[in-house]
């Protein structure tokens, strides 16, 4: 901040002064009694360091953002992973179960390599597909 100081005050003297120049009220801060080209120049300095702590607290807040992102994602994988683990496990200890999921994915899985690695035939084609 000593150097903006130092700057102004030497700004101050290629800058025409007189009396009406100056700040008569003090809601300038630190500005108080400088002329009004330099209280001009701290006002956009300022603005410029302010716009400067935006974008970077826009950049923390993005990458904030993406973090919670990933771990909901990671979550809803670990929740679809357990799910399905639970799945599978009934459907080998219950033949009733077994069939009602095998009936499930095969109205759900449409990829033939996800139908295959069920033990599910692929989907005939139809006529959007390529087929006849």
Not at 101 to 126: H, I, M, N, S, W
């Amino acid at each position: 901040m000593r150097h903006s100081v130092f700057f102004l005050a030497s700004l101050s003297a290629f800058v025409p002064l007189g009396f009406h120049d100056f700040a008569l009220e003090g809601s300038q801060g630190f500005c108080y009694g400088l002329p009004k080209t330099a209280r001009g120049f701290m006002a956009g300095e300022k603005l410029e360091k302010l716009r400067a702590k935006q974008k970077a607290l826009g950049a923390r807040i993005q990458l904030e953002q993406n973090r919670l992102n990933a771990q909901k994602r990671k979550a809803n994988t670990r929740r679809k992973i357990l799910a399905g683990a639970a799945a599978l496990d009934e459907a080998e200890h219950s033949p009733k179960y077994k069939a009602q999921l095998q009936k499930l994915l095969g109205r759900f899985l449409v990829r033939p390599d996800d139908r295959a690695l069920f033990g599910l035939e692929p989907l005939p084609k139809t006529a959007k597909d390529g087929g006849d």
